[in-house]
């Protein structure tokens, strides 16, 4: 099935780092969605985008909606442990009988070791 | 407020065999989406219920068929199991098609 590319796929993080994360597509979205999933668990919603050029923050999480909203950006500021888990970016299309979301791959974040 | 929930939490079945999972939608929601998350992938869409009837799907075979219930909960659907059916099956609920909340999942191993 159709996918978003979304890179990094992982990266190591420490205390304290700034991360930054991003999501690209070949097609429009009129919504941009960022889940956190834990192992085991479903994926929770941290930030939902709904317009281009949108800048969203929830807490020490910013995340944008691209102009040509075929991207979109997330970046956690000031990484605690827990940030740990795996990042998804998904896009979602309004109107006729659309409603379903597309996923990227997701990010893996880990602790540096 | 009770978020999604599924159940159940897991389950083993073996080839051929058929299964049923079950999701109830956070309080407000009228709309229910099916996905499958492979292991290290990102959930893929199956299909999505709104007012009793299927409203989308997926590219999914008919071995895989849904219901939903008038108290907005619902079923999925899985015929003659296959390995490749083994998953996490996550169930997501929304008002309309304005953000999905998503349940725990329910982990389907096929043997």
């Known amino acids: 099935g159709q996918q978003l590319n979304q890179s990094p796929q992982s990266m190591f993080i420490q205390e304290g780092e700034d991360v930054s994360m991003n999501c690209t597509s070949s097609?429009?979205?009129?919504?941009w969605l960022w889940y956190k999933q834990d192992p085991g668990e479903g994926p929770v919603l941290l930030i939902a985008l709904y317009k281009a050029g949108e800048l969203t923050s929830n807490g020490r999480l910013t995340a944008q909606f691209g102009i040509t909203r075929k991207d979109s950006f997330l970046n956690i500021s000031a990484s605690i442990p827990s940030d740990v888990g795996i990042y998804f970016c998904a896009g979602l299309n309004y109107g006729g009988s659309q409603g379903n979301l597309i996923f990227g791959k997701g990010t893996k974040l880990s602790v540096k070791p | 407020d009770a978020g999604v929930t599924q159940s159940p939490t897991h389950l083993i079945k073996t080839r051929g065999q058929q299964v049923t999972l079950r999701c109830s939608p956070k309080s407000g929601h009228d709309t229910v989406s099916w996905y499958q998350q492979a292991l290290g992938q990102g959930p893929q869409f199956i299909f999505q219920y709104y007012e009793e009837e299927e409203r989308q799907r997926g590219n999914f075979p008919d071995r895989f068929s849904g219901h939903q219930f008038p108290n907005y909960s619902s079923e999925l659907n899985v015929n003659a199991l296959l390995l490749g059916d083994s998953a996490l099956y996550l169930c997501?609920?929304?008002?309309?098609?304005?953000?999905?909340?998503f349940g725990p999942g329910t982990r389907l191993t096929v043997l």
């Open positions: 097609s429009i979205f009129n919504t």
């Open positions: 997501a609920s929304s008002w309309g098609r304005d953000r999905q909340f």
